[in-house]
T-cell receptor, first 118, second 113 residues
C-alpha cells in the first residue's frame, strides 16, 4: 500500500517570503499522480497543484510550484511571495493510475499547518 | 461548471441514533464519487467510493454504509452512531474514465454525543 509522509506538522513564513513544504511517499508503482491540496479554516479542500509522475517537468501554478524528485520519491511545494490568504493546512496526496473498477483513490499525508506572519 | 453540495453542514447526534449525509454533484454525468472522513487535525481517510449507480466499494470496516441511488447522488448512512464516528465528512467527485483530479464538497461536521 502507498503511504504519504509530511514530516513538518507546522511551518511559518513572513508575508512576501518563500516557504517550502515537504512530502515524501512510498510506492512500487511507476505511473501515478501527486497533488497538493489546501484546507483553509472553512475546511473545504482546494486543489493547489498536481503533478503526473511521467512528466519530468515540475508543475507550476502562479506562485505555487513543486520540486518532484521521482527517484527520491519526494514532492515538495514551494510558495513564493507568501500572502496572508495562504495560511491553511496543506495536504500532500498520492493517486494510483485510475483503474476501471477501483476509481482514483487518494492517499493523504497528515498535513502541514502553514502560518503566514504579517 | 460543476458544483458539489453536501448537507447538512453541521450535525449533532446522540450515540445510537441513525445517520444520513447527502452529497450531490451538478454539471457532470457518471462521476466517480467518494466519501472521506477527517479526524480533528488529521489527514483524510477514504471510507467509500463509487464508480456507478449501485456500485459501492468500502475501504475500511466500520458501522457506516454508503449508497448511490442516482448517478449524481451519494449517501453516507449509519443505523447506530458511535462516539468514534465524530469527525468531518467530505464528499468528492472526479471524472470517470479520466485520470483527473478529485474535487471536494464543503463537508459536514458531525458530533456524536
Amino acid at each position: 500500500a502507498q503511504t504519504v509522509t509530511q514530516s513538518q506538522p507546522e511551518m511559518s513564513v513572513q508575508e512576501a517570503e518563500t516557504v517550502t513544504l515537504s512530502c515524501t511517499y512510498d510506492t512500487s508503482e511507476s505511473d501515478y499522480y501527486l497533488f497538493w491540496y489546501k484546507q483553509p479554516p472553512s475546511r473545504q479542500m482546494i486543489l493547489v497543484i498536481r503533478q503526473e509522475a511521467y512528466k519530468q517537468q515540475n508543475a507550476t501554478e502562479n506562485r505555487f510550484s513543486v520540486n518532484f524528485q521521482k527517484a527520491a520519491k519526494s514532492f515538495s511545494l514551494k510558495i513564493s511571495d507568501s500572502q496572508l490568504g495562504d495560511a491553511a493546512m496543506y495536504f500532500c496526496a498520492y493517486r494510483s493510475d485510475e483503474k476501471e473498477t477501483s476509481g482514483s483513490r487518494l492517499t493523504f499525508g497528515e498535513g502541514t499547518q502553514l502560518t503566514v506572519n504579517p | 461548471s460543476q458544483t458539489i453540495h453536501q448537507w447538512p453542514a453541521t450535525l449533532v447526534q446522540p450515540v445510537g441514533s441513525p445517520l444520513s449525509l447527502e452529497c450531490t454533484v451538478e454539471g457532470t454525468s457518471n462521476p466517480n464519487l467518494y466519501w472521506y472522513r477527517q479526524a480533528a487535525g488529521r489527514g483524510l481517510q477514504l471510507l467509500f467510493y463509487s464508480v456507478g449507480i449501485g456500485q459501492i466499494s468500502s475501504e475500511v470496516p466500520q458501522n457506516l454504509s454508503a449508497s448511490r441511488p442516482q448517478d449524481r447522488q451519494f449517501i453516507l448512512s449509519s443505523k447506530k452512531l458511535l462516539l468514534s464516528d465524530s469527525g468531518f465528512y467530505l464528499c468528492a467527485w472526479s471524472r470517470r474514465g479520466f485520470t483527473d483530479t478529485q474535487y471536494f464538497g464543503p463537508g459536514t461536521r458531525l458530533t456524536v454525543l
